[in-house]
């Protein structure tokens, strides 16, 4: 019996593909063509290179490697790249722990890991690498902002940043996680800066206007998007102020609730607070304690809601009789709206906290619909309930709104703030412009200078790329830029005095905001042929974790639209199609003592498990995803060293759907390989005298083996349609299924060999895109000179497909009769004459009319007697 040779045969193979460059993608946009190519782009979200890749990198390249090879044996021209995303603070952190430049670190990086993706076979046009810390690519991202700079989409102004204390550096929302840093876990505290903006805010209704058009994306990621650019109508409300004469700004979702409000709140960033706390002690402490509570949305939230009455009081716009008192509240986020909220605590749960809390008024103006108005303010007054009405109902208690339904009563209020004066409708969004500053070395230098007389001066195009210093001391905490002692010092170049230079270098997600045109074309001099580009773009089919549906994605929607708007490009989605593969998970295990262990330090003993060192029980926990921290993790490696990296893909692939989450075990991996070397059995102990490659099949197919060829052009077609619908563990399943039925009638197929040599080539084709290292070498095998990686796709043909029969069952009253074979696609009533038909259906209805007859399709007809 023989058995596969995996070292060999995928090293091999890989050699042969890149000595033959089968992976380079054609230039799409060919000068004089008469019809443009099919063009498909796949593209993995590239890794940050550090130093290893693990079991999630091996999942989400496996899946995109499967649809290129696919696409590719369809016909299209595909683009498969693969690059860096370079720059960032783990390779600063490595420098300043390991006394290694960030530059070295992350080259070194690189070299390992595109060592290892080779290793598993991808089908990567490696001729098209690139990698965000290289100057060749950044500087075009530095052209890019000056252009922004240029059509107003940049812009420089003193902030609220949220800080890492740990990092030392700038964070945008969305990288503060439950009030810590994403990188260094650290609380984050408030500070001003003087920070680069990008205006995507300026794009807030085009991306959430063209979401519905991403009909490709899963539906949980452009919820996510919604929510997260999170659009409202609402109203404008503008309180004078009593015995001042500016006046407090105010948006509400809630105009209808204003007769019920009985205080208003400001953020501790507000100017109304900073200009206050400066005559007031108390003040300042409560603003500079609200600095160093969480904040994010949700560490907000759960924090206990705190106040501090400024004294001021702010007149209510429908009675200038009655008067708010106004606090700065810890819960209201400069960031959101205009800093300012009025409180209605009724129908509010974090103002009902807040005024339980101080003893504001609290007074309902939402009757719900079963309730009767006066028993409803009875049960506020003496039951004093703890949880808000947030529900529908209509207005009481609120004079010209009373009895109106609340989104009536919302026009009515918009309306007559507008007649006041004191405000009117407005739309607010959550989306706030991109803070992309960072203060620290390993990132892209900002395109700037700063003169005493000129101010903000851009560097001349002809100066870019502004390139980071090699000579830096990472002694001291904070920007290295911040320290060189000439780096920085440059002459401006609009007065030739001494100037200097900004030491803020970009956001990393700037560089991972466009990387994706760049591989159309990243030997061009400019930041991407415009033609190349428009043949390519959008990426057909992007994949990648779910944890990028707010930062990445969105900031590269925006991206794209600001390309275009400074005439780079003509697209605006940058991603036609998007995949979000699930985790790769695996058991955990630790000691008594809490330890966590590594499957390698543990074995089974009896019914248990010991680690191996000590001897020592060993609890087996839950299967979580994968993470250094509770060392639950395989090392791609050693799997492609002992099995292969097509049992690794295979394993991958067939376990469960690639949007759910994946437990990686032994016995999986141990299952794949046995069906590898079934399959590689299956065809090298073939008759050594099958007909030549090339054989016609004989239209004459004895009746025994007609079934084979069905078989044959039906898992074609599923296999086909599952990969179209990236449901690749099912083909998976029919390579298994038709596996079996050729290892089963391998006696019958001995009477034909034309057959025969079809069914195994077609088995082979359709390996491939799964298992490629296998599949080419078993094509060699069957006697082709050809690359199986070029051949094109089979096709199976519709007259062995229409006529496909299946089995189902006939009950009578709910028990089991029989069986009938029909057409896939038979009707109703063909299967429901057949059914009658069956001679024990017959027999038991001893000549009744059935009452009715329940067909569920392609499963089972009950007959009613």
Not at 520 to 541: G, I, K, N
Not at 623 to 650: C, F, H, Q, W
Request: hydrophobic letters at 40%.
């Amino acid at each position: 019996m023989s058995r596969y040779n995996v070292a060999e045969t995928e090293a091999k193979w890989q050699g042969i593909w890149e000595e033959r460059r089968t992976f380079v993608a054609p230039q799409a946009a060919v000068a004089g063509a008469e019809a443009p190519q099919r063009t498909y782009y796949v593209l993995e979200m590239f890794p940050y290179p550090s130093g290893r890749i693990h079991m999630g990198h091996v999942r989400n390249y496996t899946l995109g490697d499967v649809v290129a090879r696919y696409k590719r044996a369809q016909g299209f021209a595909v683009l498969h790249p693969m690059g860096w995303d370079a720059f960032g603070l783990p390779a600063e952190n490595a420098a300043i722990k390991n006394r290694v430049h960030p530059g070295v670190w992350t080259k070194a990086n690189i070299a390992t890991m595109r060592e290892q993706l080779k290793r598993m076979g991808l089908s990567y046009d490696w001729s098209r690498e690139i990698a965000t810390c290289d100057p060749d690519y950044y500087r075009h991202e530095q052209k890019m902002f000056l252009d922004f700079l240029d059509a107003g989409l940049a812009y420089r102004r003193e902030a609220w940043v949220n800080w890492d204390p740990i990092e030392h550096t700038v964070l945008a929302n969305e990288q503060v996680i439950d009030g810590c840093g994403w990188r260094s876990g650290a609380p984050v505290e408030r500070r001003k800066l003087s920070q680069w903006f990008l205006r995507i805010t300026d794009f807030a209704d085009e991306l959430l206007e063209a979401l519905p058009s991403l009909e490709r994306w899963p539906e949980r990621v452009r919820v996510m998007q919604e929510n997260w650019i999170g659009r409202s109508e609402g109203a404008h409300v503008s309180f004078a102020l009593a015995e001042r004469a500016d006046r407090l700004e105010v948006y509400t979702t809630r105009p209808d609730t204003l007769f019920g409000a009985s205080f208003c709140a400001i953020a501790a960033d507000h100017p109304l607070a900073l200009s206050m706390a400066e005559g007031d002690p108390a003040l300042a402490e409560f603003l500079a304690d609200c600095r160093r509570g969480g904040t994010t949305e949700a560490a907000i939230e759960t924090a206990e809601k705190r106040g501090c009455d400024t004294g001021l009081r702010a007149v209510h716009p429908f009675d200038p009789t009655w008067q708010l008192p106004v606090y700065v509240a810890n819960f209201v986020l400069m960031d959101y709206g205009t800093g300012a909220i009025f409180g209605c605590p009724a129908h509010d749960q974090r103002d009902l906290d807040f005024a339980r809390k101080y003893q504001l008024p609290v007074k309902p103006v939402i009757c719900p619909p079963d309730r009767d108005p006066g028993e409803w303010r009875t049960f506020w007054a003496n039951e004093q309930p703890v949880e808000a009405y947030t529900g529908p109902g209509t207005l009481i208690g609120s004079e010209f709104l009373d009895g109106l339904d609340a989104e009536v009563a919302k026009r009515t209020a918009a309306a007559r703030l507008a007649d006041l004066g004191a405000g009117g409708l407005a739309v607010s969004y959550r989306l706030r412009d991109w803070g992309v500053s960072r203060q620290r070395y390993w990132g892209c230098p900002i395109p700037v200078i700063h003169c005493q007389s000129c101010g903000v001066v851009p560097v001349p195009v002809a100066d870019l790329p502004v390139r980071l210093p090699e000579d830096v001391d990472f002694s001291a905490p904070g920007n290295p830029l911040d320290r060189h002692p000439t780096w920085k010092h440059v002459p401006c170049p609009k007065c030739g005095m001494q100037a200097l230079r900004e030491t803020d270098t970009f956001d990393t997600f700037f560089e991972s905001s466009w990387y994706f045109a760049r591989f159309c074309s990243p030997q061009a001099s400019v930041a991407f042929d415009r033609a190349e580009v428009e043949a390519w773009l959008p990426v057909d089919q992007y994949i990648g974790g779910i944890e990028h549906a707010i930062l990445h994605l969105l900031y590269s929607r925006f991206f794209t639209r600001a390309l275009k708007r400074c005439g780079y490009l003509s697209v605006d989605e940058p991603f036609a199609g998007l995949m979000t593969q699930g985790m790769v998970c695996h058991e955990t295990y630790r000691r008594g003592d809490g330890e966590w262990l590594s499957p390698e330090e543990i074995e089974r003993q009896g019914d248990g498990w010991v680690e191996r060192a000590s001897g020592a029980s060993v609890s087996v926990g839950r299967s979580e995803k994968m993470s250094k921290s509770k060392k639950n993790v395989v090392d791609p490696e050693g799997i492609i060293a002992v099995y292969g990296a097509d049992t690794a893909r295979l394993f991958m692939l067939s376990d469960s759907p690639p949007d759910r989450d994946l437990e990686w075990t032994e016995a999986g991996v141990e299952g794949a390989w046995r069906f590898v070397n079934r399959l590689w059995r299956l065809i090298t102990e073939a008759p050594a005298d099958l007909p030549p490659v090339a054989t016609d099949l004989s239209s004459a197919i004895e009746p025994a083996l007609r079934t084979i060829l069905q078989d044959t052009h039906r898992t074609i077609a599923r296999i086909t349609e599952d990969l179209d619908r990236f449901a690749f563990n099912r083909a998976v399943a029919r390579l298994r299924e038709f596996t079996n039925v050729l290892g089963d009638a391998n006696a019958q197929l001995l009477t034909n060999g034309a057959l025969h040599r079809l069914a195994l080539e077609t088995l082979v084709k359709l390996t491939g895109p799964i298992m490629p290292h296998l599949a080419e070498e078993l094509w060699e095998r069957l006697g082709h000179r050809s690359l199986l990686a070029v051949e094109p796709w089979p096709v199976a043909d519709p007259a062995f497909l229409a006529d496909e029969r299946i089995t189902i069952g006939v009950q009578v009253n709910g028990k089991l009769r029989g069986t009938i074979e029909v057409a896939s696609e038979a009707s109703e009533a063909d299967t429901r004459s057949a059914a009658l038909a069956l001679p024990n259906v017959v027999k038991v209805m001893a000549g009744k009319a059935p009452r009715k007859v329940i067909i569920i399709p392609k499963r089972i007809v009950n007959v009613v007697i």
